[in-house]
């Protein structure tokens, strides 16, 4: 059951049936079977090979990366200098450059906060730690989320919220002008990363929990059995040790055992998994939208029982919101568009909130907060002046009505192209996956999405996989039309040669 609130995504119904009725009767394309990008050895400069392998004789060998350079990028294009080549990037840096590529008004923000100042630590207030926590929570309130229902009225200040440049002479306006302090119901903490974010939330409830035990117990917090955790199959939170361990892959977690003890681990959409959450369990973290376990969506009635069930044992219920959320579908959370009591305690952030800057965020509510009292959580460069300052200037961009028609518009022409894919191509294609701007192609045969992968990298369009079996688009938010379109011909012409057996 959706909730009243209708998010502009889905206020567009007739520019998005337009759109499917345009691209849907012609058959799919076959405009780019030719090989444009070659990758083998002789379609490539000698140069490129040694300084590939200079560089990667002293590179951890983390990443099984193709024989391409990117010097350069603008919007969602990629360059390459040796050879002089274009990429369209359809998949933004793993949905992080929301923005696309060399923006102008983020590279100005960037060299007038450099110039002033970069870094002073947290043992200091800056200029727009604050702001951007203000801004996160004042959103939250008007978009709905973390317990509140969307109220478009809801009124808070924010610092040039129109999304000019912010400039160092910037005026405090009239302080009576600005509305009493009131608690927000909401406040943040900044990280450096999505996995750090994680970190941190796993912290928080941990701590909570065990307070929480030991107010209704009656004895030491030290004594507290209230440490579990609930994750999910399919998750992915992060390798650090405690979002590894909430992160259940043999593939990433074996090499590096023992974990963090006391990770259960639940199956998505599975009704066992809420009574699997005990009065032991102090969290439950889980992705509304997984994204690289394979974009598999939470059903909204699951989710209201794990909601349930956590209120019932005192549960912090986390939503990881680090690949989905930021507008990826459409409204500033993924869970904006549920009913409030699908909604969770905390939300964890990262990716496009810095736009390719590091940047990550815990949005916690605030009795939960409280518990995170002075000197039990910290970082270094964690929500410095200027990673705060480029996130303040992203999520006004991103938050701004023009900006969230033209993602409905482009999202809606995606969906169109992506509809048919399994009609068209019933042995290859077994499902479409995903909303917004966060979707999947899910494959028959697990091979053919990395071969697929790679068949249109060899044509110029950069896409990802996800899971074992599934290709993935996550592109920038202000990408054009054109360029969706593009990205959907090349995957329909790559799809026919693997259907004809010429891949
Ligand atoms: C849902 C989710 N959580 C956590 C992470 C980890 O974030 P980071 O790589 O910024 O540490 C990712 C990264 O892909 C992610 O998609």
């Known amino acids: 059951m959706l909730s009243a609130y209708r998010p502009r995504a889905l206020v567009h119904a007739a520019a998005r049936l337009s759109v499917r009725a345009a691209s849907s009767s012609s058959g799919p394309s076959t405009k780019y079977t030719a090989v444009t990008h070659p990758e083998d050895a002789e379609s490539l400069p000698p140069t490129l090979h040694r300084q590939i392998t200079r560089l ?39 949905a992080v450059n929301a923005l696309g590529h060399s923006d102008t008004g983020f590279i100005a923000v960037m060299a007038d906060q450099v110039g002033s100042l970069a870094h002073a630590s947290n043992v200091y207030w800056n200029e727009w730690v604050g702001e951007l926590a203000s801004l996160l929570v004042g959103l939250t309130r008007r978009e709905g989320g973390l317990g509140y229902a969307p109220d478009p009225e809801y009124k808070f200040f924010a610092r040039d919220s129109a999304g000019h440049l912010f400039t160092r002479t910037y005026m405090e306006p009239d302080p009576a002008a600005l509305p009493a ?8 903490f900044l990280s450096n990363s999505g996995t750090e974010a994680n970190e941190g939330a796993l912290k928080f409830a941990r701590k909570y929990g065990k307070e929480q035990w030991a107010k209704r117990t009656g ?5 507290s059995t209230k440490t579990r955790f ?40 599975d009704m ?3 009574e699997m959450i005990t009065e ?58 549920y009913p409030v009591s699908a909604h969770p305690d905390i939300v964890t952030m990262a990716k496009a909130l810095g736009n390719g800057y590091p940047i990550g965020g815990i949005l916690v509510k605030e009795h939960i907060a409280e518990t995170v009292t002075v000197g039990s959580h910290g970082t270094t460069f964690g929500g ?25 518009l482009v999202t809606s022409s995606l969906s169109a192209r992506l509809a048919p894919l399994p009609s068209y191509f019933p042995k290859i294609v077994s499902g479409i996956r995903g909303r917004g701007a966060i979707r999947g192609v899910a494959f028959h045969t697990p091979e053919d999405a990395g071969k697929l992968l790679k068949m249109a990298r060899e044509r110029g369009v950069l896409f990802l996989t996800a899971g074992k079996d599934v290709v993935r688009f996550v ?28 891949a």
């Open 230 to 269: 609930l994750c999910f199959e399919h998750a992915f939170h992060g390798r650090s040790m405690g979002a590894l361990s909430a992160t259940p892959n043999a593939k990433y977690q074996k090499p590096f055992t023992p974990l963090i003890p006391g990770f259960d681990v639940g199956k998505l959409n």
């Open 56 to 94: 990667e004789s002293c590179t951890a060998n983390t990443y099984a990366r193709p024989p391409l350079i990117f010097t350069s990028g603008r919007g969602s294009h990629l360059y390459t200098a040796h050879p002089s080549r274009e990429y369209l990037d359809f998949s933004a840096g793993i």
């Open 280 to 337: 032991d369990h102090c969290g439950v973290i889980v992705e509304p939208i997984q994204g690289e376990g394979g974009i598999f969506e939470c059903d909204v009635a699951w989710l209201e029982a794990i909601r349930k069930r956590c209120d019932e044992v005192g549960a912090v219920l986390i939503y990881d919101e680090i690949q989905c959320g930021l507008y990826r579908t459409g409204t500033l959370w993924a869970h904006s568009q």
């Open 384 to 408: 410095n002046v200027l990673a705060a300052r480029l996130a303040h200037y992203v999520l006004t961009r991103l938050s701004a009505p023009s900006f969230l028609d033209h993602l409905a």
């Open 475 to 502: 592109p920038s938010l202000n990408i054009g039309l054109k360029d969706v379109e593009h990205a959907m011909d090349v995957l329909e012409s790559c799809l026919v040669l693997m259907q004809d057996g010429q």
């Open 272 to 274: 066992a998994a809420v």
């Open 181 to 188: 302090p009131a608690p927000a119901g909401a406040k943040v």
């Open 219 to 223: 004895r030491p917090w030290e004594e």
